[in-house]
């Protein structure tokens, strides 16, 4: 599974971002892919996920107001897009995929991970 993100960025606090999260290799069967991200000096936090087959989200309490998970199914992305930014979003994003059908934000239950997009809101 090879899980590659883009569309980070520097933005000015109220600005939007889009990220992508182009994945490849995926196992058949159920999967969820979700969005996380890990501020400096702090543990990583689940965002938001998505299951591609149903289209089931779930979000953080914090963001969902802001943010929005879709999934293109035909072109294996996912995408997070990210509305009125605060300099509290400033945060490497991960995606990440979980073998499985139901939706969690536990790090510890994803299976396969990206190398992370650095998202960084300026005051």
């Known amino acids: 599974v090879q899980l590659v993100e883009s569309g980070g960025g520097l933005v000015q606090s109220g600005g939007s971002l889009r990220l992508s999260c182009a994945a490849s290799?995926?196992?058949?069967?159920?999967?969820?892919i979700g969005w996380f991200r890990q501020a400096p000096g702090k543990e990583r936090e689940g965002i938001s996920c998505i299951d591609p087959g149903n289209k089931d989200t779930w979000y953080l309490d914090s963001i969902k107001r802001r943010f929005t998970i879709s999934s293109d199914n035909a072109k294996k992305v996912v995408h997070l897009q990210m509305n009125d930014l605060e300099p509290a979003d400033t945060a490497v994003y991960y995606c990440?995929?979980?073998?499985?059908?139901?939706?969690?934000?536990?790090?510890?239950?994803?299976?396969?991970w990206g190398q992370g997009t650095q998202v960084t809101v300026s005051s």
């Open positions: 990440a995929v979980h073998v499985g059908r139901w939706l969690s934000s536990r790090p510890s239950e994803y299976d396969y």
């Open positions: 290799g995926l196992p058949p069967g159920d999967i969820v």
